[in-house]
């Protein structure tokens, strides 16, 4: 027997190719804190996925996560647009300088250790620690780690955070008793704008709430503007690629 896409106008297909992937992809965050706690070993004695356990759960969530995509592939409408992607790119490139911005003063203004109180709110952090492809010394698996990093963040959650808080959850909150889904991709309203983007910015660690909140009304106004799902992938891809760059560049392992 030969499979079948799913449809396309079935409202309960279409919500679980939209919410599936990205809650599967989720789902793999605290398995990583449970085999850390049981497997992790800070030695550099200790073999590779010892010392970081995400080396080997982030590939094998990569992995998972694009079979998902490929398989409701035919449920999104991304309207793919050079015009519409190029104004994604400018997002992406504004959105990220915002993010990485706190960071970046860390180190211009001279701090060292720890910060607290407005500065540490703000995310004004050194970030060095966090996955680090430096863990393997060959250069072919060093090369793969980094390759599956970029995968997984300038594709894989560009893709599964973008079809499910603009593909649905907007949709979802201004008609949740309703027929959600014809509801028009982009239609602003103050509650889908406070609901989507508070999501947005607790679905990340605390340091990164301003940058997140800044992030996160962009992309809901290139959303609003574009009516466009492809143009908030391409600014969340350009992103977070931009991001991997900066990590590599200046060690900042722990934006990742």
């Known amino acids: 027997m030969h499979a079948t896409s799913p449809p396309h106008n079935d409202p309960a297909v279409?919500?679980?190719?939209?919410?599936?992937?990205?809650?599967?992809?989720?789902?793999?965050?605290?398995?990583?804190q449970v085999l850390?706690?049981?497997?992790?070993?800070?030695?550099?004695?200790?073999p590779w996925w010892r010392q970081d356990p995400a080396q080997?759960?982030?590939?094998?969530?990569?992995?998972?996560?694009?079979?998902?995509?490929?398989?409701?592939?035919?449920?999104?409408?991304?309207?793919?647009?050079?015009?519409?992607?190029?104004?994604?790119?400018?997002?992406?490139?504004?959105?990220?300088?915002?993010?990485?911005?706190?960071t970046t003063l860390y180190d211009a203004l001279g701090y060292t250790g720890k910060t607290d109180g407005w500065l540490k709110l703000l995310g004004v952090a050194a970030r060095t620690d966090g996955f680090n492809p430096g863990v393997f010394e060959h250069p072919a698996a060093y090369w793969a780690s980094l390759g599956?990093?970029?995968?997984?963040?300038?594709?894989?959650?560009?893709?599964?955070?973008e079809i499910f808080w603009r593909g649905f959850l907007m949709r979802f909150v201004c008609d949740w008793e309703g027929?959600?889904?014809?509801?028009?991709?982009?239609?602003?309203?103050?509650?889908?704008?406070?609901?989507v983007t508070g999501l947005f910015v607790f679905a990340h660690g605390s340091l990164d709430w301003a940058a997140a909140l800044v992030y996160g009304t962009l992309t809901y106004l290139l959303c609003?503007?574009?009516?466009?799902?492809?143009?908030?992938?391409?600014?969340?891809?350009?992103?977070?690629?931009?991001?991997g760059l900066y990590i590599m560049a200046y060690g900042k392992f722990g934006l990742w």
Not at 36 to 46: N, R, T, V
Not at 224 to 243: E, F, Q, R, Y
Request: contains cysteine; hydrophobic residues 55%.
């Open 14 to 32: 279409l919500t679980r190719a939209h919410v599936l992937p990205l809650a599967v992809f989720m789902a793999f965050m605290p398995l990583l």
């Open 148 to 161: 599956l990093r970029f995968l997984r963040a300038a594709v894989v959650v560009a893709l599964v955070e």
């Open 224 to 243: 609003v503007w574009s009516k466009n799902l492809g143009a908030c992938v391409i600014m969340h891809a350009t992103a977070n690629g931009l991001m």
């Open 56 to 102: 080997f759960i982030y590939p094998l969530q990569t992995i998972v996560s694009i079979a998902l995509l490929l398989r409701y592939w035919p449920c999104y409408t991304f309207n793919w647009s050079w015009r519409w992607g190029l104004v994604g790119v400018g997002f992406g490139v504004v959105g990220i300088g915002c993010w990485l911005l706190p």
């Open 179 to 195: 027929d959600y889904w014809r509801q028009p991709f982009g239609r602003a309203t103050w509650l889908s704008y406070l609901v």
């Open 36 to 46: 850390a706690g049981f497997i992790e070993w800070k030695h550099p004695d200790a």
